[in-house]
């Protein structure tokens, strides 16, 4: 059975990091804590669980951070968390399972990553990331922020999942601040990069800047085509928040000379048609999502509710526009087939029972 180095880097995170760490308690051989300058009881923390800790001086890259604590591993593969991710208690069986039948020319996992919640706390955001990683220098992070470990040599895909859950606000400037360091010291943003920036810009809603950069994602050659598709997505908001509709919408549609449509843009472009008054429209794009088969190992974003709880929603929504109530009806049931919990579900429902 293979040994696994749990390898964090952490900073003031006496809040979260117990929590993380009693929740991947007796399955990992080994503890290793990098502590890039915490001034609360983090160190004090997680002595209580090894004597693998260290101390490194901050760098404003997070993968050398991450490289480090690698270098600290001595077991077969390596296993990264964040201070603020769990291991819920439905995944540890099947993380021991996992252990017990992974084959031994295994070199990368990929796991599922939860780092949203819905109002019963199911996951509404998801995504794969390298979480075991053999032990070898061949395996190391790139990339100063968003940093990444470029797959190659087996790669498994397993239903386990991380769940994301950050109690408190963290810095929202880190990641730009780095991004404009790397600029004024000259360096140039590989095209992966440029969507992260670009991401950051918008997110800031520095909304025209934002616009720039993605456009000059788009256009280059290189790019993961993930990256790219949601790239117009992220354009497409931007447009909408400058007062460019027709823009917006043609490059919501732009997405698809990428690759085949994705549920999440279609349920956008469906939303674009349903404010602007075309229900007919806003039908055709929510049933296509509904038809789009949902990719979980492209490694890209998923929203899973695009597949169903949203397309229904909203179709109720147009039907009841257009006055065929029965319709209308039928696609909330549907609806709440899917969040029995859902307050839009329960409302709509009160709704249609008071006719």
Known sequence: MPTISLCMIVKNEEKHIARCLDS??????????????????????????????????????????????????????????????????TEREKLLQLKQSLPADTDIVMMKYNTSFDEAGKPSFSYFRERWVRNCAQYRWIGAVHEVIPPNGKVIYSDIAIAHKKMGAGDPDRNLKIYQKMIREGKTLEPRHQYYYGRELYYHRRYEEAVSVLEQFLLSEDGWIENKIEACSICANCYLQLGQEQTALATLLRSMSYDLPRAELCCEIGKYFLEHGNCRNAIYWYEAALNTPENEYSNGFILPDCHDYVPYLQLCVCYDKLGDREKAKEYNERAGACKPYSQAYLYNKRYFDSL
Do not use: H, Q
């Open 24 to 89: 991947v308690a007796g399955l990992v051989e080994e503890i290793v804590i990098v502590d890039t300058g915490s001034t609360d009881r983090t160190v004090e923390i997680v002595s209580n669980y090894t004597s693998k800790v260290y101390s490194y001086p901050w760098k404003d890259d997070f993968s050398d951070a991450r490289n480090y604590s690698f270098s600290r591993a001595s077991m077969d593969y390596c296993m990264w968390m964040d201070a603020d991710d769990i291991l819920e208690e």
